[in-house]
């Protein structure tokens, strides 16, 4: 008989009931003092699912590359963690008195922030999973098992949008070249593609300013960098992020 496992109301994760609870941290403390736990939480073995609740999805995390695109193999201790996996759960919606509805899909793979600020690891029937609300999910890739490739075609979720960062000049005007240290961050670059919105407190997506093919200018320090094999380098930021048009 396979044992569902459902949240109870005193439950802080909205979806795993009987878990012990940790006192809450601040946002700027995370940020300062916190990455992804190494462990998961081990749920005993007679639970075979998760049931998340109100805008939480549940994840099956992507495995770590054992090996370089060259084909050497990696210790576990130079593999990367994953950033991605595919949802397999949905929560009910119920946020507040409200109901909203997902725009996230069971089967989708999506990518996440890799210092897991407001998701919780989870070990089910021996396999890694994590729990974490919709928004705080960057993109949708286009496939399962998506690579660095892929990117260029993720789609944003919430109020993300995709930017291919552009490039900066190496040389100085005066002809001599800059190491990378001492090169300026990029702040500049086109926008790809665009999320549905950020969430309105009655549940709905306000419109985006910006759209595919805009030339923005944003915040220094925003964002989740990624770069494809080619070394083409996007950007992920929030809407709120973005300065201006160039």
């Given at each position: 008989?396979?044992?569902?496992?459902?949240?109870?109301?005193?439950?802080?994760?909205?979806?795993?009931?009987?878990?012990?609870?940790?006192?809450?941290?601040?946002?700027?403390?995370?940020?300062?003092?916190?990455?992804?736990?190494?462990?998961?939480?081990?749920?005993?073995?007679?639970?075979?699912?998760?049931?998340?609740?109100?805008?939480?999805?549940?994840?099956?995390?992507?495995?770590?590359?054992?090996?370089?695109?060259?084909?050497?193999?990696?210790?576990?201790?130079?593999?990367?963690?994953?950033?991605?996996?595919?949802?397999?759960?949905?929560?009910?919606?119920?946020?507040?008195?409200?109901?909203?509805?997902?725009?996230?899909?069971?089967?989708?793979?999506?990518?996440?922030?890799?210092?897991g600020i407001g998701s919780t690891d989870l070990d089910i029937q021996g396999q890694?999973?994590?729990?974490?609300?919709?928004?705080?999910?960057?993109?949708?890739?286009?496939?399962?098992?998506?690579?660095?490739?892929?990117?260029?075609?993720?789609?944003?979720?919430?109020?993300?949008?995709?930017?291919?960062?552009?490039?900066?000049?190496?040389?100085?005007?005066?002809?001599?070249?800059?190491?990378?240290?001492?090169?300026?961050?990029?702040?500049?670059?086109?926008?790809?593609?665009?999320?549905?919105?950020?969430?309105?407190?009655?549940?709905?997506?306000?419109?985006?300013?910006?759209?595919?093919?805009?030339?923005?200018?944003?915040?220094?320090?925003?964002?989740?960098?990624?770069?494809?094999?080619?070394?083409?380098?996007?950007?992920?930021?929030?809407?709120?992020?973005?300065?201006?048009?160039?």
């Open positions: 008989m396979q044992h569902i496992l459902k949240p109870t109301p005193s439950s802080r994760l909205h979806g795993v009931a009987s878990l012990p609870q940790r006192p809450a941290l601040s946002l700027r403390y995370r940020m300062k003092h916190c990455t992804r736990a190494a462990a998961a939480i081990e749920l005993p073995k007679k639970f075979g699912k998760v049931s998340p609740k109100g805008d939480l999805v549940l994840c099956k995390v992507a495995e770590a590359e054992e090996q370089t695109t060259g084909g050497l193999l990696l210790p576990s201790s130079a593999q990367s963690k994953p950033t991605s996996g595919d949802i397999v759960a949905l929560g009910d919606g119920r946020v507040g008195g409200n109901v909203q509805t997902f725009d996230l899909q069971v089967g989708q793979t999506v990518v996440y922030s890799k210092f890694r999973h994590t729990m974490l609300r919709e928004d705080d999910c960057i993109g949708i890739m286009p496939k399962s098992n998506a690579t660095a490739s892929d990117i260029p075609e993720l789609k944003p979720v919430g109020d993300r949008v995709l930017i291919k960062v552009q490039e900066q000049t190496a040389v100085t005007a005066g002809g001599l070249m800059l190491p990378e240290s001492a090169r300026e961050r990029p702040m500049c670059g086109a926008v790809v593609s665009v999320g549905p919105g950020k969430r309105d407190k009655d549940g709905s997506r306000k419109t985006p300013k910006v759209k595919e093919g805009d030339t923005v200018l944003y915040f220094k320090y925003a964002g989740e960098a990624m770069e494809t094999p080619e070394g083409q380098q996007y950007i992920v930021v929030h809407e709120q992020d973005i300065l201006c048009k160039c």
